[in-house]
C-alpha cells in the first residue's frame, strides 16, 4: 500500500496597503528596497505574483515607464521580486528566501 501524504498550501490574506512601501530584505538582512507597486493575476479571485521595486518602479506604478522609455529610447524595466521567492512577511518587512538572488546592483543600473 502506497502511502502520499500532500502538503497543505497555507494561505492568509495580507492587504495591499501593508506591502506598498514595506522593506524587501534578503535572507542575510541585505535590504534591496522597498515594495512600490504589486503585480495580480486577473480573475475573480487575485493572487500576487510579484513585487515591484527600484530605480523604476514609480514611473512603472503610474504607468509612464514604457512611454518615457520610448520617448528617450530607452529599453527599461521595473526590477521585480517574483512572489514565490517571498520566504514571509513580517512587521512591514518582506524577506526573501535563501535560494533567491536579487539583481546585482550594477545590472539594475547600468
Do not use: N
Not at 527599461?76 to 512577511?89: G, K, L, M, R, Y
Amino acid at each position: 500500500m502506497k502511502h502520499t501524504q500532500r502538503k497543505q498550501r497555507a494561505t492568509s490574506t495580507l492587504s495591499i496597503a501593508d506591502l506598498i512601501g514595506s522593506k524587501i530584505v534578503t535572507a542575510e538582512g541585505k535590504k534591496i528596497g522597498h515594495v512600490v507597486d504589486i503585480e495580480v493575476t486577473h480573475g475573480p479571485v487575485c493572487e500576487v505574483t510579484g513585487l515591484v521595486f527600484g530605480r523604476y518602479a514609480w514611473l512603472y506604478r503610474f504607468d509612464v515607464l514604457y512611454p518615457f522609455a520610448r520617448a528617450f529610447g530607452l529599453d527599461v524595466e521595473p526590477d521585480t521580486v517574483p512572489w514565490h521567492a517571498v520566504e514571509c512577511f513580517e512587521q512591514f518587512t518582506v524577506i526573501l528566501k535563501p535560494t533567491f538572488l536579487p539583481p546585482s546592483s550594477s545590472a539594475r543600473f547600468p
